[in-house]
């Protein structure tokens, strides 16, 4: 039941003059996250939140922090609004990056959800999908000429990072396919084939795919994308879970999880030492994994096509110019 231990981040790791953003980056991984990437030197930390209430507690709690005192006193940490329910509030979120960051070298898609229960979101889909999928993806597309043009200052490549999860392995697309009369985005917003226990596989399952897409609009040697999986980590994420649940994943997490720190490393890793060899790849205990296999059938290539093109549409109704990435 055990999981391998993660290493400490490699003595060496420097992020002096870098800047990073996290999103989701208020409490649990996020911050944790956030905060180990300011013990490592980063020049300045956004971390991206619904609450600005949050996130001024989360910055004040970050500049407070002893080790963030000691090792980077220095650094500016801000926090900027993402409600990641609503594409609007994703394309103000890029459009005040764009307009107040010059440069960003790690962008961190931490952000996700978990719930039992089928919820729409603002911009009227499956919740779940919306906020660990559709809005990230439409924040790494207005980012990705910003992270370009920071490793060509650089002459290294930057990095877009998403937490992914091994449980991609568990979607539900064998039992429950696309039919070739629906849109990939209509299976997941129908209420009806909705599964609480498995949308968030689901979800993740469409992060490895849409990794894959995203790594081949870029060079490694320009940005390097990839996703991990922090693993069994000892965080709040189960509070939504059925009341049956609970008592069990409490006592299977006591047992076999990580603790946020060191579950939080493998986001580090990912995103401020993985090397090109990493790039469009998925990571589980910061080594490559193959992920579900689906996804390299001929069902799950065309599912990641349709994924892709849709998604893209869907996202250019709010910046055309995203259309290019079709």
């Not at 697309?173 to 084939?193: M, R, Y």
Request: aromatic share 6%; glycine share 6%.
């Amino acid at each position: 039941m055990g999981q391998p231990t993660i290493p400490p981040t490699p003595s060496g790791t420097d992020l002096s003059n870098k800047t990073v953003i996290v999103t989701g980056g208020n409490a649990g991984m996020g911050y944790e996250a956030a905060r180990q990437l300011l013990v490592l030197h980063a020049s300045r930390v956004i971390i991206a939140v619904r609450s600005a209430v949050k996130g001024e507690e989360a910055v004040a709690s970050l500049k407070l922090d002893l080790e963030v005192k000691k090792h980077n006193p220095t650094a500016t940490i801000e926090a900027f609004v993402l409600d990641l329910d609503d594409y609007k509030s994703g394309l103000s979120f890029a459009q005040k990056v764009k307009q107040e960051v010059k440069e960003l070298d790690i962008l961190l898609c931490n952000g996700g959800v978990n719930i039992m229960k089928y919820q729409k979101s603002v911009a009227g889909h499956e919740r779940v999908m919306q906020v660990n999928c559709y809005t990230h993806v439409l924040i790494a597309l207005e980012l990705l000429p910003l992270l370009q043009a920071t490793s060509k200052l650089r002459n290294a490549p930057t990095h877009l990072t998403f937490v992914g999860s091994a449980t991609q392995t568990m979607h539900t697309l064998a039992k429950k396919p696309v039919a070739a009369s629906e849109t990939v985005l209509s299976h997941f917003d129908d209420q009806n084939i909705y599964s609480g226990l498995t949308r968030y596989s689901d979800s993740k399952l469409a992060v490895n795919a849409y990794v894959r897409r995203l790594s081949a609009l870029v060079s490694s040697s320009e940005v390097i994308v990839n996703n991990l999986c922090p693993g069994l980590v000892a965080t709040g994420f189960d509070k939504q879970l059925p009341a049956w649940l609970k008592p069990l994943m409490f006592v299977y997490r006591k047992i076999a999880a990580r603790d946020v720190h060191e579950g939080s490393r493998t986001l580090v890793y990912a995103s401020a030492v993985a090397d090109a060899t990493t790039h469009g790849k998925f990571l589980q205990s910061n080594k490559i994994d193959p992920g579900a296999p689906f996804l390299d059938q001929p069902a799950g290539k065309t599912f990641t096509d349709k994924l892709w093109a849709e998604t893209v549409a869907d996202i250019a109704r709010f910046d055309e110019n995203l259309k290019v990435y079709a």
